[in-house]
């Protein structure tokens, strides 16, 4: 399930959504991302997040169905917000869930490393000195490079 | 075909969306950015480092040698920073 | 910070309370797991967790700071239940945070390969045949075995 | 010295704890477990199987050649399945 919104979510409540009533699920992975306040050298006040809106939709249905292709899956969400966001705001949850904890944990750090370097979001960070759109860095290039298939 | 622009593409040219129709000679997503700078200053030093530019045409990643065509939904936009 | 106790948590509160007033977290990994119903060939009513007072805490500590000498975390949480409990329970979180998310990534696998493989919990599986103590999985050796360093 | 027993190990010598005093020349872990079968035949059918024993001393993991002491709390039990 994949969901591109402007509001903030509840982990707790879409961890127990998605795992209800299916107990075959032994394992929930998940990676919780926050605006970080030190990301540049300035302090950030503030973010905004700029999206592709349909694209980005289209992209991540399309990577979460191929985890569901690579690893044995039960279930598995993902959330992106877009918008203005200050510091210890939630941007993002991945959360896969599995009968194996492997499973869980691997399709969970792919559907991250694609997402970094594929999904259509653009950040604008509020600093002292005023806006500035961040630049992307080449180790999340290399993270998604790993899960290439030979 | 509409072509959209997105973070530091978007504010540099000036505007997020357009209707263009390039000439006939523009038949792949190389040509068109071979073409777009004529348009103007701020398409030209906007589009001036290649390697800082990703194309999506009709909301899938292309490649410079991809042929566009009339109907196309073009977006150019930089590296992406989302997660 | 390791807790083991009977009582079930809320995921969401402890994401939460972990990352309160740190702005300089990035991202947040973290482990959930449930109780199966289908771990053996007969259907299973519930499970018992069985554990070793003292030494389980001593040696969740002691794993804890493992993680906090090899990655760069900023905060981690370990709750482990013990007792009874049904299919689609929760009986084991694990929470990583730091500036990057290969570390939260890396060290939550690690504390939960690790945690398979030393914290003397045993499951005693209820079915419909009887009690049933589960056997360990070589497969957990051999996760946990990836971690020990050359 | 103080004994633990946990799961099958537990169920199958009939306690959880116990308080022995093993004669002088048991001085290891290995000693230990070749000692405790005397104890009678629960003990003997429980430690049959040395590779599913897995033994602490005080807290820790230990191997056979470890050194036991009088005021040790020594636990027996089977490999772990938490998590």
């Known amino acids: 399930m994949i969901r591109v919104q402007e509001n903030d979510f509840d982990v707790g409540l879409e961890l127990k959504k998605l795992t209800a009533n299916n107990h075959s699920i032994g394992g929930v992975a998940s990676f919780l991302g926050l605006v970080r306040d030190i990301a540049s050298e300035e302090n950030i006040t503030a973010m905004t997040l700029e999206h592709y809106p349909g694209m980005t939709e289209k992209l991540l249905s399309e990577i979460e169905q191929e985890a569901h292709q690579r690893w044995d899956l039960d279930a598995s969400l993902i959330i992106h917000r877009y918008g203005r966001m200050e510091p210890g705001e939630q941007i993002v949850l991945v959360v896969t869930c599995s009968k194996h904890r492997k499973d869980a944990f691997e399709s969970c750090e792919f559907l991250m490393d694609y997402l970094k370097t594929k999904a259509p979001f653009w950040k604008l960070e509020e600093t002292s000195k005023g806006g500035k759109w961040v630049d992307a860095r080449d180790s999340d290039d290399d993270a998604a490079t790993r899960w290439l298939k030979g | ?83």
């Open chain 2, 1 to 83: 075909m509409k072509i959209l622009y997105f973070a530091w593409l978007r504010t540099s040219i000036g505007k997020s969306t357009e209707e263009i129709t390039p000439p006939a000679e523009v038949k792949t997503i190389g040509d068109l950015l071979d073409w777009l700078p004529s348009l103007g200053v701020n398409y030209s030093t906007a589009l001036e480092k290649r390697d800082l530019l990703r194309v999506a045409v009709n909301q899938e990643y292309a490649e410079l040698d991809h042929t566009i065509n009339a109907g196309d939904e073009i977006a150019l936009f930089p590296p992406v920073t989302g997660g």
